[in-house]
Nanobody, 128 residues
């Protein structure tokens, strides 16, 4: 069973940095990819901000965060990270991690429907 717990959210000024962590506290870790999504205030949809396929640690980012966000992984700690820099007010959102429970993923997806398990989310607020 996958149980995801996000941490690291908070209040940061525009231009600042923040690193989020997502740890799998469950007993099963046989999944092939993970992703970070966010849901901004008043928005119904969650937007993908990164994904990683574990077979080669390849990552993908949408243009909105490319060059500012970096996803990484510590497999021994069953944790994925999202390093965010040059944060903007429009990055304000609840950030969620999710896993694709397919055992082998050759190319991760930014589509929400691919992902099976989700964390509870962590709030990131970018404001002066």
């Amino acid at each position: 069973q996958v149980q995801l717990v996000e941490s690291g959210g908070g209040l940061v000024q525009p231009g600042g940095s923040l690193t989020l962590a997502c740890t799998d506290t469950g007993s099963t870790s046989n999944y092939g990819a993970a992703a970070w999504f966010r849901q901004a205030p008043g928005r119904k949809e969650r937007e993908a901000v990164s994904c990683m396929q574990f077979i080669d640690s390849g990552t993908f980012y949408p243009d909105s965060v490319k060059g500012r966000f970096t996803m990484s992984r510590d497999s021994a700690k069953k944790t994925v990270y999202l390093q965010m820099s040059n944060l903007k007010p429009e990055d304000t959102a609840v950030y969620y991690c999710a896993t694709d429970n397919s055992p082998v993923v050759h190319s991760c997806s930014l589509r929400r429907g691919i992902y099976d398990d989700w964390g509870q989310g962590t709030q990131v607020t970018v404001s002066s």
